[in-house]
C-alpha cells in the first residue's frame, strides 16, 4: 500500500524553525514532482513549494527566502524547512507526489495525512 506520512509539524514561537518530512512508502516505481500545500482555518488550501525529480524548486511569494524544499531521491522524502515563522503561516501542512506506481506502472496523486504547524508566542 502506497502512502505518504508527513513528520516534524508542532507549536513553534513567531521566529522559530521548523523541519517538515515527508516519506513516500510502498510499491513505487518512480516519483516525480513533490509539493508541500497548506491549509488555514476558514481558507483555501494553497500551493507553498514544489520540487521536480531533477530538483528544479519555486516557491510561493509568501515564504521566499523563508522557506525552502529540498529533497533526497534515495529516500523518496521532500523536505520543508521553515524558518522565520509567523503567525500567519499557521495551517495544517500537506505533502503531495506524482507517482508512477510499482506493480501496475500506473501515475497516481498522492497526499499525506496533513500535519499541524502552529506559530504562536
Known amino acids: 500500500q502506497v502512502q505518504l506520512v508527513e513528520s516534524g509539524g508542532g507549536l513553534v514561537q513567531p521566529g522559530g524553525s521548523l523541519r517538515l518530512s515527508c516519506a513516500a512508502s510502498?510499491?513505487?516505481?518512480?516519483?516525480?514532482?513533490m509539493r508541500w500545500y497548506r491549509q488555514a482555518p476558514g481558507k483555501q488550501r494553497e500551493l507553498v513549494a514544489a520540487?521536480?525529480?531533477?530538483?528544479?524548486?519555486n516557491h510561493a511569494d509568501s515564504v521566499k527566502g523563508r522557506f525552502t524544499i529540498s529533497r533526497d531521491n534515495a529516500k523518496n522524502t521532500v523536505y520543508l524547512q521553515m524558518n522565520s515563522l509567523k503567525p500567519e503561516d499557521t495551517a495544517v501542512y500537506y505533502c503531495?507526489?506524482?507517482?508512477?506506481?510499482?506493480?501496475?506502472?500506473?501515475?497516481?496523486?498522492?497526499w499525506g495525512q496533513g500535519t499541524q504547524v502552529t506559530v504562536s508566542s
Open positions: 503531495y507526489a506524482d507517482l508512477v506506481l510499482g506493480t501496475s506502472r500506473a501515475y497516481a496523486a498522492y
Open positions: 510502498g510499491s513505487i516505481f518512480s516519483i516525480g514532482a
Open positions: 520540487i521536480t525529480s531533477g530538483g528544479s524548486t
